[in-house]
Structures are given as structure tokens and as C-alpha cells.
């Protein structure tokens, strides 16, 4: 089985991932089996770019407060405001720890969405092949999901952080 999910290895015809994707898809596989999930979702996109991205996309997120640190307090203030919503007080985080999952997760809807937009994002600026920056635009594109409520509970200014992004490369 791939790690590349169904439908993104090539967008459109001959519009196949870059390497820079490829890696970033293949270390998001990783931090969703780290943290148990049955699912690779956006969240797991974003951390695998703010782990392994490039330089200057790990630099933008990390004054925006979104290195890994950042990222995962953030995705940590989602879950708990989420299950707060929910009626449920949230458990000690060290209840939380999981195994690391053996099984390889597959694709979630939030992860293809974010996959497609990157390729549309690249499109639009009539470049064959999207990258980390396009990867990033697009995440940041959703309105709706997990990624979407942390970034607004960590206060980060999306629009400055795509604009800081296409203003280093």
C-alpha cells in the first residue's frame, strides 16, 4: 500500500506530487501513527511541515507559534475546547497516551481536501507541481476542522502567514 493517498500521486493528468510533497505526505503517515489515529487528517500535514518542511515554511510557522511545540499545544487547546463543547471534562493527558499504531492509518477527508487545494493553489499560479508553501495556503484554506478551530484558539492570523509565505519564496 502507498503512502501517497488515492488520487493525489497525480492530481490531474501529469501533475504528480513534488519530492518536497512526497516527503511531507510520507512524515504526516508517521505523526498520524504516532499519535494512534485511524485517519491521516490536515492536522498531521501541518505537524509533519512544521517538523520536516523546508527551512523557510518551518520558519513562517514558527512565528506565527506554530512550531511543533506551538502546533501541538494548539491541537491540544482544540481537543480540550471540543470535548468542553461536548459535555465531557477532559482526561489528564497522560491518560490520553497511546501505543504508537502498527497498522498504516488511511486517508481522511480533511488531508485529500488539503492535498487537492495545494495542487489548485499551485495551479492558480500556473506552476506544474504544488509545494510546501502551496501545501500550507491550502491548509490554512479550510473553514472547517480541527485545524481550522486550533489556529483560531491560538490566535494566528492566517492571511499573515500565507502572506509571509509567499513573500519568502
Known amino acids: 500500500m502507498s503512502d501517497i493517498p488515492p488520487g493525489t500521486a497525480n492530481n490531474a493528468p501529469g501533475q504528480p506530487l513534488s519530492k518536497a510533497l512526497r516527503s511531507v505526505v510520507i512524515a504526516s503517515v508517521t505523526e498520524a501513527q504516532r499519535r494512534n489515529a485511524t485517519l491521516v487528517e490536515a492536522e498531521h500535514l501541518l505537524l509533519a ?3 520536516d518542511g523546508s527551512g523557510t515554511v518551518r520558519q513562517v510557522l514558527a512565528s506565527a507559534g506554530l512550531d511543533p511545540d506551538g502546533l501541538e499545544a494548539a491541537l491540544l487547546a482544540e481537543r480540550e475546547a471540543s470535548l468542553r463543547v461536548a459535555g465531557v471534562t477532559p482526561p489528564p493527558e ?3 497516551a ?3 499504531r502498527v497498522a498504516r492509518p488511511r486517508w481522511g477527508a480533511s488531508a485529500k481536501e488539503a492535498l487537492t487545494r495545494a495542487h489548485r493553489v499551485a495551479s492558480a499560479h500556473r506552476r506544474q507541481r504544488s509545494g510546501e508553501a502551496d501545501l ?6 479550510l473553514e472547517l476542522g480541527t485545524v481550522p478551530r486550533a489556529l483560531t484558539l491560538a490566535g494566528v492570523d492566517r492571511p499573515a502567514v500565507v502572506a509571509a509565505l509567499r513573500n519568502a519564496g
Not at 500550507?136 to 484554506?141: K, L, M, R, S, Y
Open 94 to 96: 497522560e491518560r490520553l
Open 98 to 100: 497511546a501505543s504508537p
Open 136 to 141: 500550507v495556503t491550502a491548509i490554512f484554506g
Open 49 to 51: 511541515l512544521s517538523r
